[in-house]
């Protein structure tokens, strides 16, 4: 079976262009495009990190290893299309348009986290593992119904697909032909079970075969491959062809979250290694130098310019007014029923009011 | 309430197609979501011709997944339709608890409103027509205990059909049970149209200043048998109709309390936990020294519902319920 599913790349670790019929569209600007992407996700990632040791956020779920998986789906999406995200792609959300201090917010705790900015259609990250696949499935199957060409993705990692939720969306997306990409990353560990614990199957990819629709295994740190896949899907998808399930294989290299030590489950140095092997951004670094065009200050500048996007976003976040009690209960139902009333009131007296 | 003034005379099951009938007449982002919906109508025939009238995009045969056509029925909801989901008995609703407890419930908080869930989830609930095992569930409880979705029970025609539009309009997630065993047990007029019975209210069904009997659903014929049996001991009961579990009737509650002084509730539901338990904080909170005995509840045991050879041992009858109301009344 593995073999029926073979990981496709276009640009591979050496930033080799492996694939012929890619070799004119990976040019200079879309490399640099998609490298501004990456870099600034990751260090996104990196702040987070530091915010949470500093106790400026809450517990933090890392992606850093799997950005190009993140980066390329993102961008394959149109404006107008759906996003369901998962607590691991706020570096997909991002590129895909979501305000980053309300990311921040987030992670801080804060339910104004997870509005995204006006027109964009993201919905706040799944928390329980897969149940966000049958949202997209429906949410979907809404714009088919509308008669609309927008699409939806929905993100989920490699032990999501164990979970009911995953194959009761899958079936319902491929009956009714919803305009859905089932985008997976898989980065080989649900926190510390590894996949061969997971699955009896080699790939993910083949678990379309169930439903009849397309499999497609890629290489998660290949971000051209991650990003004309995810197209070719969502073509496919507006296409009224119905839904497509990506494999996209990579590595966290990390944690799952800030709570978690990697080092229990697993040996860290395979992560070390593949840091300067198979690493999503040093592989554009290698197509940069073999064809003459990296410059180390604009690597410097596009990094200051991520920073300060950063930092700005950081002081945004910290300077968010804090949380209103009055909030918890005004937003159960449009109108609060006698007794979330009596409790919001009984509790603001308490306090001597609504605290701003 | 009634917008229109001719009726036609129906059982429970026959107004909810009506009902459902009619809103999805009246409003197009309304959709019918659930197994055997299509040509079969349902297994109790609640949507018996509406997929013919509608379609099979509007009146849709989903896969036999609770948690997936419950899940995609938030995506659907989220995105301008109006989802009415059969659930084909309540005992098997809980592979859909996930969806309902993480998601449907919750999405209007956790992004302040900006994603909302107005959805209804039907389905058919309790005791008492000799079905087959888990069939029988009367779990309601498990759902008023859910931040953010209201649970309503009709147990009248007119109140199915009334209840049932103004869940399809209420902005948030509302779970409405309907009781099997009044599914075709009486008939009622009910109006043609469009009409709405508001979710939160009660309805006294039955005067009386010696004791109050607070039941919903099929319990509710039970209890008014039981309180015309009393009134030839010369008590009389005064019946209440809870129909909305969530937010239940606090007013109706109170009054009534205390004016009779004396409650017994009756629920098939096991007692632990259950929703009398609710009804007794709202006497504890606002009736506390208008009592003149200690409320009786009248409810399911704590036991699984027994396979139907049991059920009548199981389910509250009109001697139990008698038998309660002597207790308070020569307390």
Known sequence: MINQFPIQQIMDANGKVVSPEYEERINENLVKDFYKQLVRIRLFDRKAISLQRQGRIGTYAPFEGQEASQVGSALALEPSDWMFPTYREHGAAFVFGHSLRNILLFWNGRNEGCIPPIGKKIFPPGIPIATQIPHAAGAALAEKMKGTSHAAIAYFGDGATSEGDFHEGLNFASVCKAPVVFFNQNNQYAISVPIEKQMNTKTIAQKAIAYDIPGIRVDGNDVFIVYFETLKALERARDGEGPTLIEAVTWRYGAHTTADDPSKYRNQSDSNSRRLETDPILRLEKWMKNEGIFKEEWVREIEEEASKEIEEAVADMEAFPPANPADIFDHVFAEPTWQIKEQKEEYLRLIGGVRN | ?331
């Not at chain 2, 309430?1 to 909810?16: D, E, G, N, V």
Request: charged share 25%.
């Open chain 2, 1 to 331: 309430m009634s917008t229109s003034l001719r009726t036609k005379t129906m059982t429970l099951i026959q107004a909810i197609t009506d009902g459902l009938d009619t809103m999805l007449a009246e409003r197009q982002e309304v959709i019918l979501m659930g197994e055997d919906i299509g040509k079969n109508g349902g297994v109790f025939r609640a949507t018996d011709g509406l997929q013919e009238k509608y379609g099979e995009t509007r009146v849709m045969d989903t896969p036999l997944s609770e948690a997936g056509f419950v899940g995609a029925g938030i995506g659907l909801a989220v995105n301008g339709f109006l989802p009415v989901i059969e659930i084909q008995f309540l005992g098997f609703i809980y592979p859909a608890y996930e969806q309902i407890m993480t998601h449907a419930t919750r999405l209007r908080m956790r992004t302040m409103g900006h994603y909302t869930v107005p959805m209804v989830i039907r389905a058919p609930y309790g005791a008492g027509v000799r079905a087959p095992e888990i069939h029988c569930d009367s779990t309601e409880a498990i759902f008023t205990h859910m931040p953010g979705i209201k649970v309503v029970c009709p147990s009248s025609p007119y109140d199915a059909k009334g209840l049932l539009i103004a869940a399809i309009e209420d902005p948030d997630p509302v779970l409405f049970l309907e009781p099997m065993r009044m599914y075709r047990a009486a008939k009622e007029e009910v109006p043609d149209g469009k009409y709405k019975v508001e979710i939160g209210k009660a309805n006294k069904l039955l005067e009386g200043d010696d004791v109050t009997v607070v039941c919903w659903g099929a319990m509710v014929q039970v209890a008014l048998n039981a309180a015309m049996e009393m009134e030839e001991e010369g008590i009389h009961c005064e019946v209440i109709d809870l129909r909305t579990l969530y937010p239940i009737d606090k007013e109706m509650i109170a009054e009534s309390i205390q004016k009779t002084g004396r409650m017994v509730i009756v629920h098939e539901a096991h007692a632990t936990g259950g929703v009398g338990n609710d009804i007794l904080a709202v006497i504890n909170d606002t009736s506390f020294l208008y009592q003149k005995a200690p409320t009786e509840r009248v409810t399911g045991f704590d036991t699984p519902v027994p396979y139907f050879g049991f059920e009548d041992h199981y389910l509250p009858n009109e001697i139990r319920i008698m038998h309660a109301i002597r207790k308070v009344t020569s307390f």
